[in-house]
Every structure is written in structure tokens, then in C-alpha cells.
């Protein structure tokens, strides 16, 4: 057996468990390895290689259990591979050691990550697979900012949401690092659609499916939504905007949260947990 680091259930780098790649020490921007991880920090770059970046052991391991394909694994510093991780890759994963220098040069002015994985980027779902889901599913027009998106994903997550659908978003930008990080590797645990805005009313009349947008001017009071017995797909737009008109002129139903009145808005994401807690006992029951 051999010595373990300091660290319980941790090996160094020249140890190799099991059927795992010790695939070399990436210590220069120009390392083959270096070249694609700076690539897949870009729009263009994930699109051309249909690969992705997911930082931190938590995030890769919901990645594992979503059955993302992990196609090679990175530590760095004083940072090592946890044998819970090491346990539940697939065999012959590459696994590489970074220098903290070149790590640092790697991601510039991103966050820098000592722990991070190259993953093939998973296929997003299709309308028709939200047509067999029997709980609510969140829809979120026109929110750019990576934090709230992954925020209301962990959110619908926790509250039972049964799916999520992204308006006006290009498919590459699901798999944004920044947005992974916020869902806290959640985003690859539900059912993830990109429509526009046309897509979701068409795909709501065809199914008969009530859609709800929340708006500050609405005459029903958020707590009325919580004895409806139906599945609702659940609209919310940016916070300064909101849902656009068109949404709400195709809305079913609109509720609005009350708020003291030197508040202008709610954080779009605070918005969507008060909200999706108002229908906890229908999205948990069973």
C-alpha cells in the first residue's frame, strides 16, 4: 500500500489507484492540455469542442450521478483527489497535475479552481420529454446573470420542480462554468429545455398547460396559487423588465407578491423561491 500524504484517504500524485491515467504534470500554457481547458473558458470554444468545464469536487461528483461523461480530471496546489471522487470516475479517466503557477495563467482573471474536470457537454432535453413530467416546471425569460439561473435551479430542485426551461438563451451558455458553480452542480440533475419565448406559448396550448408569470400590478395574491391542484408553467423575467408583454398576454393566470412599497423589485431569484415554496405541496406530494 502506498503512504498516504498527511491527508486521510488521499494519494499523492505519482500514485495511481486502481484503473485510473496518471497522464502527466501540465506546467506550461503551451502543454496540449492547457491550450483546451483556456479554449473551453470561451463561448466559442465550448461550441467547437462540445466540451465543458466543471470546477470542484461537489459539482463533479452531481456531474457523476447525472451520468455526465468525465473525460479527464485536474488538481493543482496543495488541492488532491478525495477517494470518493476517485472512486466514482469511469475507468481510464486521464488525471492530470497542474503547476499553481501555470493554474493561475490558465484562468487569468476567472475564478481559479484546484479541482476541476473536461466534460462532454450533455445533450439539453426536449419539449416532448417535459410533456411526461407531472410537477411544475420553472421558465426564466430574458435572466442573463449566471448566479441568479443557478440559483433558481438548485431552488426548483429543493422545492420539487419537475423541469426548467431557459428563454432566449443560446445552449452553450447553459454549460457555463459560472452557471454550474451557482446551481452547485444541480443544473445536471433536471431537465433543462432553451425555447424562445413563441416555442413555450405554443408548446403551452398544445398541451393545455396553464402558464403563471408573476407581475407587480396583478390582482391575485401569490397565496392563492398554493390550493391549485394542476401543474403550472411558472414565468419569471428579469428583475428590472419582468416577463415580457407577451408572455403576459399568453398567461393563464398572474399573481403578484406583495412587497413594502419603498422596495421597487425582488431579486429575481428570491422572487422564484417565494413563489415555488407556495407550491411545495403540490411539486412534493407523493
Not at 17 to 23: K, R, Y
Not at 48 to 71: F, G, M, R, S
Not at 85 to 112: G, M, Y
Not at 152 to 179: C, F, K, Q
Request: charged share 20%; net charge neutral.
Amino acid at each position: 500500500m502506498p503512504t498516504m500524504n498527511g491527508k486521510s484517504g488521499v494519494l499523492p500524485h505519482e500514485h495511481v489507484i486502481d484503473h485510473h491515467v496518471n497522464s502527466g504534470f501540465v506546467d506550461s500554457l503551451l502543454h496540449p492540455q492547457a491550450i483546451l481547458i483556456r479554449k473551453l473558458l470561451t463561448r466559442p470554444g465550448r461550441q467547437e469542442h462540445n466540451q465543458i468545464l466543471i470546477d470542484d469536487e461537489e459539482n463533479i461528483l452531481q456531474a457523476l450521478q447525472a451520468d455526465v461523461i468525465i473525460q479527464s480530471l485536474f488538481y493543482s496546489g496543495d488541492e488532491m483527489i478525495s477517494e470518493k471522487l476517485r472512486s466514482q470516475l469511469p475507468p481510464n479517466t486521464a488525471i492530470h497535475e497542474v503547476a499553481r503557477r501555470t493554474c493561475k495563467k490558465i484562468f487569468e482573471n476567472d475564478k481559479i479552481s484546484r479541482i476541476f474536470a473536461i466534460a462532454q457537454a450533455p445533450r439539453l432535453s426536449k419539449f416532448e420529454s417535459l410533456a411526461q413530467i407531472h410537477k411544475d416546471i420553472v421558465v426564466l425569460e430574458d435572466v442573463s446573470i449566471s448566479g441568479n439561473v443557478g440559483s433558481i435551479i438548485r431552488t426548483s430542485l429543493a422545492l420539487g420542480v419537475g423541469g426548467i426551461v431557459l428563454l432566449s438563451t443560446d445552449p452553450v451558455d447553459v454549460y457555463d462554468r459560472r452557471l454550474i458553480r451557482a446551481s452547485r452542480g444541480y443544473l445536471f440533475t433536471l431537465p433543462v429545455v432553451t425555447a424562445t419565448t413563441e416555442e413555450l406559448i405554443n408548446f403551452c396550448k398544445q398541451k393545455q398547460m396553464q402558464l403563471l408569470v408573476t407581475d407587480a400590478q396583478a390582482t391575485k395574491h401569490i397565496r392563492e396559487i398554493a390550493s391549485l391542484p394542476q401543474q403550472l408553467m411558472i414565468a419569471f423575467g428579469s428583475e428590472k423588465e419582468g416577463c415580457s408583454q407577451i408572455l403576459k398576454n399568453a398567461s393563464t393566470l398572474q399573481i403578484r407578491i406583495p412587497t413594502d412599497k419603498k422596495v421597487e423589485s425582488l431579486n429575481v431569484s428570491t422572487a422564484a423561491g417565494i413563489t415555488l415554496y407556495n407550491r411545495i405541496h403540490f411539486n412534493q406530494a407523493g
